[in-house]
């Protein structure tokens, strides 16, 4: 193997000399100092540097390795030093080439010929290794990244060769979309045969409809026409969101009224959704028959919005447990030809998953003929779950426009200034359909919301559960209106709630104190790029590789969600749970053979029926008579009050031991959803991060120790110390982890509501007494739900014989209600 020498100017007159046979490191390095004689420029000395002493090469050797070198080659010399360096070289009849070295290679002693496909940095070329070198420099200057995103960022340079630009993504601001783009999920490539409307099999008047919007079904609707849709199949449909689901349903169930098959289910998870679905069936088939809502109506009435609610309407939108406290009421539901269950997925909900379950197994019982129609954006295992359901798979993987995802690594401090630069942009673009785009931000948390709202400087609105369906309804009609250019929201949007929006941005993978599963992922990233409205979609992911949970980083997750695939729909519930849909059941059907049928039908009923049944008689609430099966008034008031069976012992428990109805219904569920107006102020106080709800475990130890409080200016002391006064104030071994300050906390917001307060002067309230701030819909929802325990308590107090206690929850709910 050939030998080369390498010159590098080091001192004045002194060089560095590097023998090497091929790149990287050198046979030695070697100092060369030189001396100019009578003869001219000769070597005066070689030093060798050791790891531990250094030696020199006898001046003769040098010489004869120089001569015996295939090429010298000088690099990064000024022009006299390389004068004198060849006028040394010619007295042995020598001379050298000039080359180009890696710079940062020459700093660690290596040599490494520069290419043209070397990484660009600050007007020069390194090597790649110098530059990944570099980068992990860079990264630990701006703080902690994690191994994947340090992969993503070391991918990124070998693709664009350009480390500034690379090194730019850790303070990202206007960054090109080459660098930031994780992927692009492209349109449909899937071919399906085209189906015209005017082919279908409808009822005229559905099909002249539906040919005022298109003229052809979009793929999903087609591939569910072939599979059987207009001949009465069932179907289990997943496909991503914005490609047409729903209208499968629409097809199905307004056509089966009008040709006199029965009536029209549409059953969805959320009010807000069932409102929306209201709406839109009302405009579209309200000409073709009755359209009605059953939801969860407040109690607590704040307006007088006229909503068709009768059970007899043809086409009847609803919420899973509105529609379900009919079945267990035992009101009739006769005549239903479709049933539409939206969002099928929320099977695998831990608190929800046994009603809806249910349910489906009930609406089974009662409409054996109806076609049923399952729709689901995100199911891992649809085969297994269209087998339990007994429904034709129809599957379309693909997106009606592509969606851009990208990922950007950004800190907390960053995150806000960010979504205003990208939505500000998104905004200017107008789609070849004439749509401005607009934008979806998710956060973590209610507070969240309105924080990162206040601090846009663009047109921009929070969206939350705890707005108020007034609040919430204003925020969809300003958005589909094109005023408003973001809206920041929860988890509230993933669910199905239109908002039109060409681009999504994650401004955190958390959802309240867990991260987003891959399936909520997918679910929320598909709310970006409708085919009526835009080109295309964007995701947006700003992770923040500082921020860590359960022993995982922002950034690390951020991988995980985007590579990741859907989970599968794990139905399972506990005995109890099993308990209270065997209740449910009963409350239909009364021979064991029903009740197995039902019970068989259900995809998480582990427990034989006859075991629940004799659970339940053991228990007191089911009796057999007869060959027959019926639920004990206290097993009704389970089943009628969607009652967990613990709770109603614990009622029951309770007025055994004479306890006030108030203090039950708090008991079963306190008031969690009051913040500190002050929290970062009490955070920047005390040096630790202050969690904002107040009654969390974290907030009550760090901010009411004597330590903490000490450290506070005087007004916030004494807010402290009322508040600490009223409500923390207990003789709990455990205070104040007791539950004893959530409690007492949330018979103050009843004390408020006696006083004639509506939510908002609730809020008010709380702000002005006690730094408090709590949303109006949340402080709604708790004295509906409120006044519905009471009504529990109430009831199992009559089935109990505890008439005054019966009468006092009766009269308490009634002044809640009416309060004004």
């Known amino acids: 193997m050939p030998l080369y020498i390498v010159a590098t100017p080091y001192r004045k007159d002194d060089f560095k000399v590097y023998p090497i046979r091929d790149e990287g490191a050198p046979l030695f390095v070697g100092v060369l100092s030189l001396q100019r004689t009578d003869k001219g420029v000769r070597p005066l000395r070689v030093r060798v540097v050791r790891e531990k002493e250094d030696e020199y090469l006898p001046v003769s050797s040098f010489i004869d390795l120089l001569k015996a070198a295939s090429a010298i080659m000088t690099s990064g010399m000024e022009p006299a030093q390389e004068s004198v360096f060849n006028e040394m070289l010619a007295a042995y009849q020598l001379s050298s080439r000039r080359v180009s070295l890696c710079r ?40 902690r990244i994690t191994r994947e995103g340090l992969e993503r960022l070391e991918s990124l340079l070998v693709k664009t060769r350009d480390l500034g630009r690379i090194i730019a993504m850790l303070t990202p601001s206007n960054l090109p979309p080459e660098l930031t783009r994780y ?14 409307i005017e082919g279908l099999d409808l009822d005229p008047r559905l099909k002249a409809i539906l040919m005022e919007r298109m003229e052809e079904l979009m793929p999903v609707q087609a591939k569910s026409v072939h599979s059987g849709l207009l001949k009465g199949e069932s179907q289990l449909v997943v496909s991503a969101t914005a490609t047409g689901k729903t209208l499968i349903g629409e097809m199905a169930g307004v056509n089966n009224y009008l040709r006199g098959r029965g009536r029209m289910l549409f059953l969805v998870p959320l009010v807000a959704l069932a409102n929306q679905k209201y709406e839109q069936f009302k405009s ?59 969002e099928v997925h929320m099977l695998e909900d831990e608190e929800r998953g ?57 800190g907390a401090h960053e995150k806000n200034r960010l979504i205003e630069e990208y939505a500000s942009k998104e905004y200017a673009r107008v789609s070849s359909k004439g749509f401005r785009g607009q934008t979806i931000v998710f956060t973590n948390s209610r507070k969240k919301c309105h924080q990162i709202s206040q601090s846009l400087r663009i047109q921009s609105a929070p969206y939350h559960a705890g707005l108020t369906y007034a609040q919430r309804k204003g925020v969809e009609e300003r958005f589909a209106r094109g005023e408003l250019k973001v809206v920041v929201t929860t988890a ?12 999504v941005i994650f401004e955190s993978l958390a959802m309240g104190r867990e991260w987003l599963s891959v399936s909520e992922f997918q679910q929320m990233q598909g709310r970006a790029g409708r085919p009526d409205y835009h080109d295309s ?19 690390a997750v951020a991988f995980r969600l985007l590579g990741g695939c859907a989970e599968h729909v794990n139905v399972a519930y506990d005995e109890s749970g099993q308990m209270e849909e065997a209740l449910a059941n009963a409350c239909i059907a009364s021979s064991e053979a029903e009740l197995k049928r039902m019970g068989d039908a259900m995809l998480g009923m582990t427990c034989d029926t006859g075991y629940l049944i004799d659970r339940c008689v053991e228990k007191g609430l089911m009796v057999r008579e007869g060959g027959r099966v019926k639920n004990t008034p206290l097993g009704r008031a389970i089943a009628t009050h969607f009652l967990r069976v613990e709770n109603a012992y614990l009622i029951r428990d309770r007025l055994y031991k004479k ?9 079963l569920e306190p008031f969690d959803a009051a913040y500190f107006r002050n929290a970062e102020r009490l ?58 300050p959530e409690r007492k906390f949330s018979k103050k917001i009843v004390e408020y509501r006696l006083q004639g307060k509506d939510p908002k002067g609730i809020s008010r309230a709380i702000a002005a007494d006690y730094s408090l701030s709590a949303y109006d819909g949340d402080i709604l929802g708790y004295l509906d739900r409120l006044t519905r325990n009471l009504d529990a308590i109430g009831e199992i107090a009559g089935i109990l014989g505890r008439h005054e206690a019966a009468r006092e929850a009766r009269e308490l709910a009634k002044r809640i209600e009416d309060a004004a």
Not at 183 to 196: C, G, L, N, Q, Y
Not at 659 to 667: F, K, Q, R, T
Not at 709 to 719: E, H, N, T, Y
């Open 104 to 143: 940062f290679c020459l700093m660690e002693d290596r040599v490494t010929f520069k290419r043209p496909d070397m990484v660009r940095y600050k007007g020069e070329l390194i090597c790649l290794e110098c530059a990944k070198k570099e980068l992990k420099r860079e990264v630990s200057y701006k703080g």
């Open 183 to 196: 992927d692009t999920i492209p349109a449909s490539d899937e071919r399906v045969k085209a189906v015209k």
């Open 284 to 342: 579209r088939y309200g000409a073709l028959g009755k359209v009605g809502i059953r939801v969860g109506t407040s109690r607590i009435a704040l307006n007088d919005l006229k909503m068709n609610v009768s059970l007899g309407s043809d086409i009847i939108v609803g919420t899973y447990e509105a529609l379900d406290f009919v079945l267990r009421k035992g009101e009739a539901l006769r005549g239903v030809g479709t049933v539409v269950i939206d």
């Open 354 to 410: 046994h009603r809806l379950d249910g349910l489906i197994a009930r609406l089974r019982s009662c409409a054996p003929q109806a076609q049923f129609i399952f729709l689901s954006a995100t199911i891992g295992n649809p085969k297994e779950i269209s087998r339990r359901l007994k429904a034709r798979l129809v599957e379309y993987e693909h997106r009606p426009v592509p969606l851009e995802r990208h990922l950007i690594f950004a």
């Open 492 to 503: 509230a949007l993933a669910a199905g709630v239109d908002f039109p929006a060409s681009q």
């Open 537 to 555: 979609g964007k995701i947006i992911v700003l992770a923040d590789p500082e921020f860590e949970m359960d022993g995982e980083a922002e950034d």
């Open 659 to 667: 306890a006030d109805p108030l203090d039950i219904a708090v008991e």
């Open 683 to 740: 955070s920047r106080i005390l040096g630790v991060s202050v969690p904002s709800r107040a009654f969390s475990p974290a907030s009550l130890d760090i901010v009411f120790s004597g330590e903490s409080i000490a450290k506070l200016d005087r007004s916030m002391q004494a807010q402290l110390t009322d508040f600490a006064r009223e409500f923390l104030d207990c003789e709990c071994d455990d205070a104040p982890f007791c539950g004893c």
